[in-house]
C-alpha cells in the first residue's frame, strides 16, 4: 500500500506540475503558475522515490498505469470533460499491465 499511495501522490504532483506550465503557455496566466508547478514536480519526483522496488526502470513503468488512471481523473475532476468508454477501457488496460509488473515473479539475479 505505501507504494500505490507514492504513484498515487506522484501522479497528482507530475498532472499538476505540468498544469501549471498549460495554464501559463496554453491559458495565457500569469507566470508566477511557474513556481508552484516546478515545486510540485519537485514533490513528485520525490515520491516516485518512495516506491518499493529495486530497479528505478520497473518503478518508472508500474508508475505509468497510475499516472493514465490519474490523468483521467484530472480530465473530469478538473477540467470538467467526463472520460468516455474507450478512456475507461484503455485505462483498465493500462491498470492491468501495472499490475502485472508490479506483482510478476522476479527471475533471481
Same mark, same amino acid.
Given at each position: ?32 503558475? /511557474?513556481? $508552484? +508547478?516546478?515545486?510540485? =514536480? ?5 515520491? %516516485?522515490?518512495? &516506491?518499493?522496488?529495486?530497479? *528505478? @526502470? ?22 470538467? /470533460?467526463? $472520460? +468516455?468508454?474507450?478512456? =475507461? ?5 493500462? %491498470?492491468?499491465? &501495472?499490475?502485472?509488473?508490479? *506483482? @510478476? ?5
Amino acid at each position: 500500500m505505501p507504494t500505490l499511495a507514492a504513484y498515487i501522490g506522484a501522479a497528482l504532483a507530475e498532472i499538476a506540475g505540468c498544469f501549471a506550465f498549460w495554464v501559463w503557455l496554453r491559458l495565457d496566466k500569469p507566470i508566477w503558475w /511557474v513556481g $508552484p +508547478g516546478m515545486a510540485s =514536480l519537485a514533490l513528485f519526483a520525490y515520491l %516516485l522515490t518512495l &516506491a518499493d522496488s529495486a530497479a *528505478a @526502470g520497473r518503478a518508472y513503468a508500474a508508475y505509468g498505469g497510475i499516472y493514465i488512471a490519474a490523468s483521467l481523473f484530472w480530465l473530469w475532476a478538473v477540467e470538467g /470533460v467526463r $472520460p +468516455g468508454r474507450w478512456d =475507461l477501457i484503455g485505462v483498465s488496460i493500462c %491498470l492491468l499491465g &501495472a499490475g502485472i509488473i508490479i *506483482a @510478476g515473479p522476479r527471475a533471481p539475479v
